[in-house]
């Protein structure tokens, strides 16, 4: 299944904007599972959310999108053979660069 098919398949859906935003972040994300990129997608909209600090409301999108995407991210994993591993892998978000 590919990523857009399954970002259709969560329920309850994402409001419309949020949604649009989560499936550019994880088009963007590269290659992988679903888990691996909305990890990545993740990461890069925190970068985006961190690089204008304050009361922006771009900012504070980008903060959302990444909290989804994150959210999405262990969602993925629990879908995997070794969901114990996958989630553990997820610990480690901070971890990364």
């Given amino acids: 299944m590919?990523?857009?098919?399954?970002l259709r398949e969560r329920r309850?859906?994402?409001p419309e904007a949020l949604r649009d935003a989560v499936?550019?972040?994880l088009a963007h994300a590269g290659p992988g599972p679903i888990r691996e990129a909305a990890d990545r997608a993740s990461h890069a909209c925190l970068a985006h959310a961190l690089a204008r600090p304050g009361r922006v409301r771009e900012s504070a999108f980008a903060l959302l999108t990444a909290d989804a995407l994150v959210t999405y991210a262990c969602e993925a994993a629990l879908d995997e053979d070794d969901a114990v591993r996958a989630l553990e892998l997820l610990l480690?978000?901070?971890d990364r660069p």
């Fill in 12 to 14: 309850p859906p994402a």
């Fill in 23 to 25: 499936r550019d972040a």
């Fill in 92 to 94: 480690t978000i901070g």
């Fill in 2 to 6: 590919d990523r857009a098919d399954w």
